[in-house]
Structures are given as structure tokens and as C-alpha cells.
């Protein structure tokens, strides 16, 4: 057994707090890893300290602390002063000295304390943005000021020089596809990464003659995923041309109106639906077409003209949607993530702007921003699609449940997906990610949306101005609604005018020798 030398703290295992811990582990050898649930941050904040000072074992050939600034390394070491000679790493994914609070009285003194004392015992003080890093020292002296009297001084001389920036890593695999950037804990390392022999024995099968069976069953697979595409493709074709039939055969229009509806037909971003009439109120014409009743009554010519994009939309390879081009919503469920399978609809929303938000369902994220533009959106009768992601915890803002039912013929996707795999998925069918923090030091989620090909909008604050250009960033949120209604008018836009962003500067395999020299001993 190898001598596990590096002692891993994470008090708050959750989002990216367990991204980079679950990343660290698996790279980094002779780990032994010590976590506490992601819930009730305040007490994890507060309490942690005492309970690992019991459970961290006595007994160790520790060299190396790393642990979050969710942990009062203060407490800890006093506790266990048998950790005191270790090479002691803090990680701040975030500070409490700038942290957003509705009323500064409501501000909790302790918390910014703590982290400042952190700071103090700590060898190697590591943060995840510039933003970060100065935030925190440029506010300890206005901070200490909330002390009535007896104010200690120059604390930040002596914490800066420990300090240094090592952005956050994102962590992809080669092909970039969300299968395969999916890491499930049923394939993860034991933390002890005690797997020399397993890893052996799969590189030993990995090079056996089944290998070139299975590379041309891959590539028998690739072939065919690529003539669905084409067909796909042709799909829509039909349909744009069907959809400008409509709007030439119109009758009773001036000359003004049909240029004006063409005009439309060309920038609006509105989603066309095809309602699909239960199989009671089919009747069947013919092989390839069939007459859709209502009340018993036939259908008029541009009702049949639907029925014709439906047929064509209906023989889509095997059913499937085609490069999310066709999206299968339900009409009349309260539920958005139910299927009514008596009403659905056709939702092409490669004509519609699909928009992602992707963050904690927490006040400092501002959702009362976001939904507030999208009531705006939606009032202005705008067609897009809504995904809202990301994780809930105890008190979750009353807004939600309200967007949820205002909002409910735009959504797409509602709530934490627990596969990395679905969210990935999410990523790639997305068009513009949006943020609206009040609070962040980096933002995983909007540089993992910007990765598979997001268009970023962001508020001009915090980290953001660091990370993303100019033409990402909004000043104002009727700033924000003004560029949303643009996209939903111009969908097309968002893809033919993606920012240059080099996420290759935040990605491990750029990053990993810092964050391995960290825990150097020599």
C-alpha cells in the first residue's frame, strides 16, 4: 500500500467545490479525502472544523493539506496542532468579504473572519480569478473597521505574498462530446487511487484483436449518425419551402402586407407549431398523407399544407429529433417535465432561440433579473425556448414557482440534472447562456455553455469583464432584454457572431502543472 501524503478537505462537497475535488483525486496520487455534505453552508462554515479535527485519524503520514475556504483552518490546526507542520493549501472558490447580502446588518462578520484568520495559518493561498484574489485583499482593512475598537493592521501585507491566481480548471476529453466528458462516481478513482493493478489489467484488454472489431462497429455507427444528419437537414429544407408557400398564397393582402410578411417570415424567430390530433380524429387518405378532422370538419388548403410539413417532419429517421431541430413539448401539462401524450406539439426551435440558465437557485444569483426579462420577452411576443438549470437547495426563491407557470409554453428543460451527460446535452442544444449574478468569482457553468458553442451574455461586474469581451457584457437589464429581443428576432445571429473566447487557458491540461507543483514538497 502507498503512503497516502496529501490530506483533502472539502467541507461543502457540492457543485464546483466537488468538480475540482473529484478532479484532484483522480490526478493527484496518495490522497486520502475527507467531505461533508453540501448543505447548510453557514454550519459547514462554522462547525466543520470540530468534527474533522475528530475523524481526520491521528495516526497519518500527512505532508500536504489542501481544503476550500469553506473551512476554518484556524480552528482546525489549533485543534490538531499535529497538522501544523503541513504544507497547508487554500483554495477560495469564493470569498465573504465582498459576498452579497440583501442589508449590510444582515452581513455575518464571522464568515469574512473566518477566512481572514484562514489566510494567517495557511502556506499557499490559491484563488480562482484575479477578481477573487483582489476583491479580498483590497477589502481586509475596510472589513476590520466593522471592529468597534482594537483593530488589527497590516493584514494584507502579510497575506498578499502568499497569494496567486490558478483559474478553475474545466476538465473536457478529446472528441468534446458530452458522453464522453461525463464523469459518473460509478467510474471514478477510489480517493486512495490505490488502482495500479486494475488500470493494468484494462490497458492489458484494450490492446487485445477485439479492438479493431469495435473501432469498425464505431465507425459503421459514425457513418450512419452522419446520413440522419443529412436527412435532417433536407427535412428542414422542405419545410422552410412549404412555410414561404404559405405566405406567398395568402389572398386578400395588399402589396404592403405581403412585403411586410415576408420581411417577418425572414427575421421573426417564431416557433411554428403542428398539433398532432389524437388517432380518434384521423382519417386516413393514403400511404404518405392523411386528412386532420376538427368538430368534423375538413380541413381548408393551408390547413392541408400543415398536414403536409407534418407528414414530412413525421418521417424523420427512426423517430428521432434531428439535431434538436424538432422538440416534442407538451401543450396542456402543468408539469413541464410531463409529456400529455394525447396533445403534443412540434416545436422547431433551430428557428427558435433556445436561451440557458445555469446557476444555483439562490438570491445572489438574481433569477428576479432574468425572469423579469422574459416576461418582457414573452409580453412582447417573442418566440423562444427556456432551459433552467442548476442546483436547489433548501429555500429556493418564490420567483421560480411563478416563472415556472408564466413561462411554462417556452421551457425545454426545468430544474438539476444529475447526469453530466444530460447537462452536457443541454449545453450543445443551446444558443445563448445567460447570467445575471450578483455573486461570482468565475463562473463554471457560463465558460462549460461557452465551450460547446453558447453565445455568453453576462452583467459588466464581478469576474465577468476578466473572462468574456466586451461584446458580451450588459450594463443594464433592459440592456440585456434589448440583445435577447435582437437573437429572438435574428436567432440565426447568435451562431454566425460567436465571440472569440480562448477557453483553452482555463482548461486542465493548461493548468495542471500548477495545480501539481501545489503539492511539491521539496
Known amino acids: 500500500m502507498s503512503m497516502l501524503d496529501k490530506l483533502i478537505i472539502e467541507p461543502f462537497y457540492g457543485g464546483s467545490h466537488k468538480q475540482l475535488i473529484d478532479l484532484i483525486c483522480r490526478e493527484v496520487s496518495d490522497c486520502q479525502l475527507f467531505t461533508l455534505p453540501a448543505k447548510k453552508w453557514h454550519w459547514k462554515a462554522r462547525t466543520s472544523s470540530l468534527y474533522l479535527s475528530q475523524v481526520i485519524p491521528v495516526s497519518h503520514e500527512y505532508k500536504v493539506l489542501f481544503a476550500s475556504s469553506v473551512l476554518n483552518l484556524s480552528e482546525l490546526v489549533a485543534l490538531r496542532p499535529d497538522l501544523l507542520p503541513l504544507k497547508k493549501i487554500i483554495y477560495f472558490h469564493e470569498n465573504q468579504l465582498v459576498y452579497p447580502v440583501r442589508k449590510q446588518q444582515n452581513r455575518d462578520f464571522q464568515y469574512g473572519y473566518n477566512q481572514i484568520l484562514t489566510c494567517l495559518v495557511a502556506d499557499v493561498i490559491i484563488f480562482n480569478s484575479k477578481y477573487n484574489m483582489e476583491s479580498f485583499l483590497t477589502s481586509i482593512n475596510s472589513f476590520l473597521k466593522l471592529i468597534p475598537d482594537h483593530r488589527p493592521k497590516k493584514l494584507e501585507e502579510k497575506i498578499r505574498p502568499k497569494c496567486k491566481v490558478i483559474y478553475f480548471p474545466l476538465k473536457f476529453t478529446d472528441n468534446l462530446s458530452p458522453q464522453s466528458t461525463a464523469v459518473e462516481d460509478s467510474q471514478r478513482k477510489d480517493v486512495t487511487n490505490e488502482t495500479t493493478m486494475l488500470n493494468s489489467e484494462i490497458t492489458n484488454e484494450t490492446t487485445s484483436p477485439n479492438c479493431d472489431l469495435i473501432v469498425n462497429e464505431c465507425e459503421d455507427l459514425i457513418k450512419m449518425d452522419r446520413a440522419e444528419e443529412t436527412n435532417c437537414d433536407l427535412i428542414a429544407d422542405e419545410c422552410e419551402d412549404l412555410i414561404k408557400m404559405e405566405v406567398a398564397e395568402e389572398t386578400g393582402r395588399s402589396e404592403t402586407e405581403n412585403i411586410i410578411a ?86 422547431m426551435h433551430s428557428k427558435g432561440l433556445h436561451i440557458l440558465w445555469a446557476h ?79 455573486h461570482e468569482f ?81
Not at 428521432?320 to 431541430?325: E, G, I, P, T, V
Not at 453558447?454 to 450588459?474: D, M, Q, T, W
Open 262 to 347: 415576408k420581411e417577418s417570415m425572414t427575421h421573426r424567430s417564431e416557433v411554428q407549431e403542428i398539433s398532432i390530433i389524437p388517432q380518434a380524429n384521423i382519417k386516413e387518405t393514403n400511404k404518405d398523407s392523411f386528412i386532420l378532422k376538427d368538430d368534423n370538419k375538413e380541413l381548408n388548403p393551408s390547413d392541408l399544407k400543415r398536414q403536409k410539413l407534418d407528414s414530412i417532419v413525421s418521417i424523420s429517421p427512426g423517430d428521432k429529433q434531428c439535431n434538436d431541430s424538432i422538440h416534442l413539448s407538451s401543450n396542456h401539462s402543468n408539469d413541464v417535465n410531463s409529456t400529455d401524450q394525447s396533445v403534443l406539439s412540434y416545436k
Open 442 to 522: 468565475f463562473g463554471v457553468a457560463m465558460l462549460e455553455a461557452t465551450f460547446y458553442g453558447c453565445y455568453p451574455l453576462c452583467p459588466n461586474r464581478l469576474v465577468y469583464p476578466e473572462i468574456f469581451p466586451a461584446s458580451c457584457l450588459y450594463n443594464t437589464p433592459n440592456q440585456l432584454y434589448k440583445q435577447l429581443r435582437n437573437f429572438c428576432r435574428n436567432p440565426h445571429l447568435v451562431k454566425t457572431k460567436l465571440p472569440k473566447i480562448d477557453v483553452r487557458k482555463f482548461l486542465w491540461e493548461n493548468l495542471k502543472e500548477e495545480f501539481m507543483s501545489l503539492f511539491c514538497t521539496n
Open 360 to 438: 444555483r437557485w439562490e438570491h445572489d444569483k438574481d433569477p428576479d433579473t432574468l425572469f423579469k426579462v422574459l416576461y418582457q420577452l414573452d409580453e412582447a411576443g417573442l418566440s423562444f425556448n427556456l432551459s433552467v438549470l442548476g442546483e436547489m437547495f433548501t429555500d429556493v426563491p418564490d420567483i421560480f414557482s411563478e416563472a415556472k407557470e408564466k413561462l411554462s409554453s417556452h421551457i425545454i428543460n426545468w430544474g438539476y440534472l444529475e447526469s453530466k451527460e444530460d447537462y452536457y446535452k443541454v449545453l450543445q442544444q443551446a444558443d445563448v447562456t445567460v447570467s445575471t449574478a450578483l
